[in-house]
């Protein structure tokens, strides 16, 4: 049975504005990052709607590379009324790469240099230069949004990566995927990066209201195991009134979801510059029984839940090893947000640690 979530409007969080919350009739789960045969992933188009249909999602982006993916694609004739599929590309080149959600235009790298030169706004500091810097992020996020889409990141740490320098001066870039399913995305870090979690905070600290989105980047529907990008791995919870396309865009434009690799939570409340959650255990372990998902393994860990409140420069602001936890934001937080981890130690001896993201909470200022 579905819960209720209780989420503010994202530009009352950023705000820190006060609001009694409204309840959602139901959450809405869905994946913003997949990939089918049309670019390169080994399943057509409707053996992957199929497959997140049957799997109880209620929306679907598909993002194949530079391809903008309509939901005619798709035979929805024999799917339930409370599944959409909703426009999107994932606008690539080479390791920069950007999730354009909702887009209504056939968008590629080359369309926007030719919009943006022909209308005399390129952008700030754009080059031409194939790699990560401000120019490409901030020309990417601003083509995404002339063309009535939402801009997210991909993957930060694939490769060379995106860097949190080059995204907090692109500010039509909205949301950066905290979570990516692919094994080559690196979201805990390596010898290039620091963990996604660190990036997101350096934007946060920097002043930049961005979203945190967990996703699939699935390609692979027949081969299976960690080493493929499987389905399953990471989606987004929403509080949107209605299964439509545009109720759903707007939610996540306004930051009205949570993120998660496993971890589900039956409440979720912003207010008075306060967040408030609880974790769904039942759920949790429904996840974790699906065996989709895809975990942070490491030497060491502490089994169970725990709840960190996280701010400013990534500062530990409080935590609990409960199942639920309420933070109120102090005089120099900065900002809040929440880290809901679940960990436990499989027969090889390793930890295993799943996770659920709330949105941050700005400091008033």
């Given at each position: 049975m579905r819960k209720a979530i209780v989420l503010a409007l994202g530009a009352l969080l950023a705000a820190g504005a006060v609001e009694a919350g409204k309840p959602a009739s139901a959450w809405l789960r869905g994946n913003t990052h997949t990939h089918t045969t049309d670019s390169d992933g080994d399943a057509p188009v409707q053996q992957v709607v199929n497959w997140y249909h049957d799997q109880g999602y209620n929306f679907l982006l598909i993002t194949d590379h530079n391809r903008t993916s309509w939901p005619q694609k798709a035979d929805l004739n024999d799917k339930r009324s409370d599944f959409v599929l909703i426009p999107a590309n994932e606008i690539t080149e080479r390791y920069v790469h950007l999730t354009a959600a909702g887009i209504t235009d056939p968008l590629t790298p080359a369309s926007m240099r030719k919009a943006f030169e022909a209308n005399g706004t390129y952008g700030e500091g754009v080059t031409d230069q194939a790699k990560a810097n401000p120019g490409i992020v901030t020309l990417f996020g601003n083509g995404i949004v002339a063309t009535g889409g939402i801009a997210f990141i991909n993957h930060p740490n694939f490769v060379d990566g995106v860097q949190a320098a080059d995204i907090i001066p692109a500010k039509n870039v909205t949301h950066i995927e905290v979570f990516n399913g692919h094994p080559?995305?690196?979201?805990?870090?390596?010898?290039?990066?620091?963990?996604?979690?660190?990036?997101?905070?350096?934007?946060?600290?920097?002043?930049?209201l961005v979203y945190g989105v967990a996703a699939d980047d699935a390609h692979n529907y027949i081969k299976t195991g960690r080493r493929y990008a499987c389905p399953g791995r990471g989606w987004i919870m929403v509080d949107a009134p209605s299964v439509d396309a545009q109720s759903i865009l707007d939610a996540i434009a306004e930051g009205r979801f949570y993120a998660s690799s496993g971890v589900m939570?039956?409440?979720?409340?912003?207010?008075?510059?306060?967040?408030?959650v609880r974790i769904d255990q039942e759920a949790t372990q429904r996840e974790l029984g699906k065996g989709f998902l895809f975990a942070n393994i490491t030497d060491e860990g502490q089994e169970g839940y725990t709840i960190e409140a996280i701010g400013q420069n990534g500062k530990t602001l409080a935590k609990t090893e409960g199942t639920a936890l309420s933070y109120r934001l102090k005089p120099g937080d900065g900002y809040v947000r929440l880290l809901v981890t679940y960990c436990h130690r499989n027969d090889d001896g390793k930890y295993y640690s799943y996770y659920a993201w709330t949105q941050p909470v700005m400091e008033k200022k």
């Open positions: 080559a995305c690196y979201n805990w870090g390596n010898d290039r990066h620091v963990s996604v979690g660190a990036k997101w905070d350096e934007i946060l600290s920097a002043g930049r939570l039956d409440r979720c409340v912003y207010g008075q510059n306060k967040i408030n």
